[in-house]
């Protein structure tokens, strides 16, 4: 991926990361109508397109943040497959109806294909890690959070009352039970590890 | 995995592993793929924990910009939609305007002796804090104080929410609003300036309040300098160019 050229719409990328309005009004002007016609026309409405368009942000945003995310195609198209993607996901979900997904008409673009297949692998990271999260126990958590928040291990040592060896060794054995519990997960194969 | 590992997957990404450790285990990498597979899984968890709880504060700021930015959007598709829709009523609509403006005009007419004030303006919409927040008390607190108009109160809890999250825009937007009621002007007016000098959503409410707060010291051209900022598609535009006209 490093050797491939960075599409300029990675301004798109780069102005959601640091939360700047313009580009995220730009994003709605520009490539929200696509989406809205196309959910129009596959059995939803404005306020499906709303949360989906929502929705697809904040992953690309959380994708940009931890993942410095680089764009090798054009935003438009990339953008339109997550929403599609999407979209279609939930009609299967909430009607239990079959419906395909053929990628091919609409995008051409192979790079948009790959990009937004990485990011919705992504998203279902990011649920499953949230969701595992939740099922650790409370000293763990509040380890985790004192780490991810103060950042120095010994302050975090020092806040919690431990020793900064043990508030170390805590720390891994903590984030290695997550890892456990993401492995037996019933959900760990659609991750592709 | 043992607990050995783990410990060593996390001296490896905070770089801690001496050289002799290090060639170890970039080969264990190589060669065990098991080995491998929980350390992607491991790093790759420590990178979601350090987003999510690292840059919670920023995350909650981007997702309320989002939302305001979001409603805005839809609301003017919704808008363009009705307009279309009804266009076989339009006839009515017209003769009931036409009806409305000499309504409106003997009741401009009749206003302008007073000149405008404050208190035609500041009916404020009711805020709603609850929503996207955890620590409850306080956020819950300010929403109620500020709904019943007790905008003292309201002012306190805004205070101690600011104190955890000084960032937060929208706080700080709502508070200066009781500030302006409560005619602290002055700290009103350091606090919506620093709003409307930055470039969030929340910019053009700024201006349109620190408009009321000079339109309540009657200060007259100040407001009206404030007020010719306020750009078209500002949710407060249409207000703002009514008062506008009332004090030129």
Known sequence: MSDKKLHEDQKYIDGLAENNTFIIQ???????????????????????AQDVIQETIITIYNQAKQKKLQLTCPFDAYFFLLCKRKWLN??????????????????????????SFETSIFENKQALFNEMYQQLG??????????????????????????????????SLCIGQLTKLVQASPKFNSLKY | MEEQDYIQFEAYLVGDLSDEDLITFNKRLELDPKFNKAFEIYKDMSAHLEHEIGNEQETSDFKAN???????????IDDMDNTNRTSEKSKFYKY?????VVVLLGFFLFNQFGGPKYDEYNNFDPISLTVRSSNDADFSKAEESFNAKNYNEAIKSFNNILENDFTNLEIQLYKSMALVETSQFEE?????????????AYQNKAKWILALNYLKQDKDSECIK???????????????QEL?????
Do not use: W
Not at chain 1, 33 to 45: A, L, M
Not at chain 1, 92 to 108: D, R, Y
Not at chain 2, 96 to 100: E, N, R
């Open chain 2, 244 to 248: 506008l006209q009332k004090l030129d």
């Open chain 1, 26 to 48: 730009a994003i709605y002007d520009k490539f929200a109508p696509k989406v809205i016609n196309y959910i129009k026309q596959n059995s939803g409405d404005a306020y499906d």
């Open chain 2, 226 to 240: 404030v007020l010719k900022t306020i750009p078209q598609d500002a949710e407060d535009y249409k207000m703002a």
């Open chain 1, 138 to 171: 409370d000293a763990c958590k509040d380890l985790l959070k004192a780490t991810f928040s103060i950042k120095s291990m010994e302050d975090v040592a020092k806040s919690l009352n431990i020793s900064y060896a043990y508030a170390r060794k805590k720390k």
């Open chain 1, 90 to 115: 939930q009609l299967k979900k909430s009607k239990g109806k079959e419906v395909t997904i053929n990628e091919e008409v609409l995008s051409k673009d192979d790079d948009a294909q790959v990009l």
């Open chain 2, 188 to 200: 009103a007016e350091i606090l919506l300036r620093k709003i409307t000098n930055g470039n969030s």
């Open chain 2, 66 to 76: 989002l939302d305001v930015i979001s409603n805005k959007h839809f609301n003017t």
């Open chain 2, 96 to 100: 009931a305007i036409a009806a409305s």
